[in-house]
Nanobody, 123 residues
């Protein structure tokens, strides 16, 4: 069974940084694109970033461009989301999810999902 585990969330002040990790359990991450999504209370789940299986193609939501960086280490079966210059509006539960090879902006196109990690940006 494909299982993803997110970690790295927490409470940070505006302008601060966090690095989220998405680790694969029970399978090899190399053939899968990994997307990061987030969901704030009362809002729909939205795409944040995505990286193709090769790592060559990456996507970012306009709201995080220039602040977030996605990367992957297939040898460690882990994808990272480096989040800098965090804003209160980045507060949400962050999820990672997998699909074969290429990214998609639609959550419904992804298969296995992690349980999520809470990110709270507040002074």
């Amino acid at each position: 069974q494909l299982q993803l585990v997110e970690s790295g969330g927490g409470l940070v002040q505006p302008g601060g940084s966090l690095r989220l990790s998405c680790a694969a359990s029970g399978f090899t991450l190399a053939r899968y694109a990994i997307g990061w999504f987030r969901q704030a209370p009362g809002k729909e789940r939205e795409g944040v970033s995505c990286i193709s299986s090769s790592g060559i193609r990456v996507r970012y939501a306009d709201s995080v461009k220039g602040r977030f960086t996605i990367s992957r280490d297939n040898a460690k079966d882990t994808v990272y989301l480096q989040m800098n210059s965090l804003k209160p509006e980045d507060t949400a539960v962050y999820f990672c999810a997998q699909r074969d090879y290429y990214c998609s902006r639609y959550p419904s196109n992804f298969g296995s999902w992690g349980q999520g990690t809470q990110v709270t940006v507040s002074s």
